[in-house]
Structures are given as C-alpha cells and as structure tokens.
C-alpha cells in the first residue's frame, strides 16, 4: 500500500509503498478515504515530541470503510463506513488517561496512509450529514475541544465563553460546539480575517491579540467570562484570571506560546476560579462528542485538501498557522 513516510526529522516526509497491516483479533483494518493534519504532525516532522521513532507513518485522524477484521465475530462491521478515535488505552478513569494510553501516528502508525490497522473499540459510525474529508476532520481536536469545553469547562447554555486562538482546528471546533449548546462566544486571533470567519460561524465578537489592549476590548465587549477555552499559555495567559467571571473555568490544552507566566493567586482563589488542564478525552468522550455532532448536524471546517501524496506541502501550510480550521489529506 502506499503510505506518507517520515524517515528522519531532517527529511522531507516521503511517499512510497509500505506493507499493508495484518490484524489480530480484536482489530480492524480501515482502508481510508481521508486523513487530517494536527499540530502534532508537524511538531513530529521537525523532532519535536515525545517518543519520536523513525520510520513512521504520522497521522491520528482519519475516516473510511471497514476492509476486513481480525475475528469473525466482528464480520458486521465488514463495510462499515467510520470514523477513528485516535486514542486508546485510556483506561478505567474518566478523569485521567492511564500510562498506557497512546494516540495513532506515533507510537504506532498512523493514518497518512491507503490503510490503517486499529482496534475495533476505537472505530465510530461516521456521520451520515458529513463528506469523507469533514469526517476525517472530527477525531483529535473535536474530542480534545469537547472534553475541554463540555467535561472540565462545564459549559452550558447561556454561558459566556472565550476561545483564544480560533484559527486553529481545536479552536474552530470548540466555537462550533459552544454555539450549538447555546452558548455565548467571543474568540481572539491575530488574525481580522480568522476574526470575520468566527462570527460567521457564530461567534459574538472578536479581537486580535496583537492589540496592546486586548484583555480590556474583552472586558468591554462581554463584562466577564464563564469559560475560558485556551491552548496557548505564554504572556498573555496571565490576563485570562482577570476576564473570568466569579467561579469561572480556564481550561488549557497546550502550550504553543510558552509556558504560564506568574499568576496573583489571590485573584484566583478570591474568585473561586479554576484552572484546570486537559488533553484527548475518553472513549465515553469520544460517543458524547459524536452524538453531539449528529444531534446539531456540525459540519467542521476544512481550510484546505490536499491529495495524499502531497503531504509535505500540507504540513509547509501548517507550520506558517494561515489555515482557518483543518487541514486534510484525500487518501
């Protein structure tokens, strides 16, 4: 089969003919119709994460059809057109991931590739409102944006949330959900244009963090937050405590502008504020943000396709951060 190959984080990411997966009981082999970049990749590409091995097919989010099943007993799901959940061994927690927990691209391989080999515990009907490229799309930032939001950010109707950094695929997704549950959504970006394309999604105002004055035009445009969405940190995080509403809820994903400046304490435990961390989210996770998706008919945002064999120049598109929304692969 053919398959996007990394062979070192000093070479470009390759295509060329690889073995196709042989499963076992309890695995399924998906042969795919779409695959989606996340910030991972690239961070992968240029030997930046965690456990890095060479070679390696990247790639966590795909969607495609069941081609065959390494037990009988799961022949139903012969032709079965799904979705994959990323992670898996997250174990018997719902707060917390175990030790074993692991997410596909790395360290096993992933879906930048004509198929790829999963458990069948970690395969989900796909959407039926949803083309292959949308469905490929869900998986990592949906789950991870909805954990976020609706496990650890206890978001709920009515509720004013702020999203930083919208433009990305975390960011677009965690707009989409808020307002389908009827929330009220501000978002930043330094990007006008990023801006421009929340509201039309949704979103009641934003403001480029470019601005000297951002954390005030927030103050002035919504009074105060109830859920703060972020995957960031750096600098600015030190403004977000300020924004929130007495018992609010910071939530923190990720870290691409560094990590957490000094925080007065007493502003945070006067409020009852918290600040909570998330990554990923459970299998339970995954049906609720699944289910979710059906109830509404959410149809993500795709910024761009790019044909398989073209990979290198879709993770090139990432690494500048222009793309609104995510970044998909036609396999």
């Not at 074993?100 to 096993?108: H, M, Q, R, T």
């Not at 600015?236 to 910071?250: T, Y």
């Not at 459970?282 to 959410?298: R, T």
Request: glycine share 12%.
């Amino acid at each position: 089969m053919k398959a996007i190959v990394l062979e070192a984080a000093d070479k470009p990411l390759v295509l060329k003919e690889v073995e196709k997966p042989t499963v076992k009981p309890g695995e399924v082999l998906v042969k795919l119709k779409a695959a989606a970049l996340n910030r991972r990749d690239y961070w992968i590409t240029i030997g930046k994460y965690a456990g890095i091995k060479y070679p390696i097919v990247l790639g966590s989010d795909g969607a495609g059809i069941v081609y065959a099943v390494g037990d009988e007993k799961d022949n139903y799901l012969l032709d079965n057109e799904v979705i994959i959940n990323p992670g898996y061994g997250w174990g018997d927690d719902e707060h917390f991931q175990s030790d074993d927990f692991k997410i596909l691209g790395l360290p096993d391989n992933g879906t930048f590739a004509e198929y790829v080999k999963v458990r069948a515990d970690q395969i989900f009907p796909k959407p039926a409102h949803l083309t292959w490229e949308q469905a490929a799309a869900i998986p990592l930032a949906g789950l991870t944006s909805y954990r976020a939001l609706f496990v650890k950010g206890k978001a709920k109707k009515g509720d004013k949330v702020l999203i930083t950094g919208v433009g990305s695929g975390t960011g677009a997704f965690a707009l989409q959900w808020a307002v389908a549950a009827g929330c009220k959504v501000f978002v930043t970006s330094g990007s006008g244009d990023k801006i421009n394309a929340a509201r039309q999604l949704g979103a009641s105002a934003g403001v480029n963090y470019h601005a000297q004055d951002w954390a005030g035009q927030l103050q002035h445009l919504a009074g105060g937050f109830d859920v703060i969405i972020d995957s960031a940190l750096g600098d600015g995080f030190a403004k977000l405590p300020d924004l929130c509403n007495p018992g609010g809820r910071i939530v923190l994903f990720g870290g691409t502008a560094g990590n957490i400046p000094p925080l007065n304490g007493r502003k945070i435990f006067w409020r009852q504020l918290q600040i909570i961390g998330t990554m990923m989210g459970s299998p339970a996770d995954f049906k609720a943000m699944v289910d979710f998706l059906n109830l509404h008919q959410v149809a993500p945002v795709i910024d761009a396709v790019f044909a398989l064999a073209d990979a290198e120049k879709a993770v090139a598109k990432m690494e500048h951060s222009t793309q609104f929304g995510k970044i998909v692969l036609s396999c």
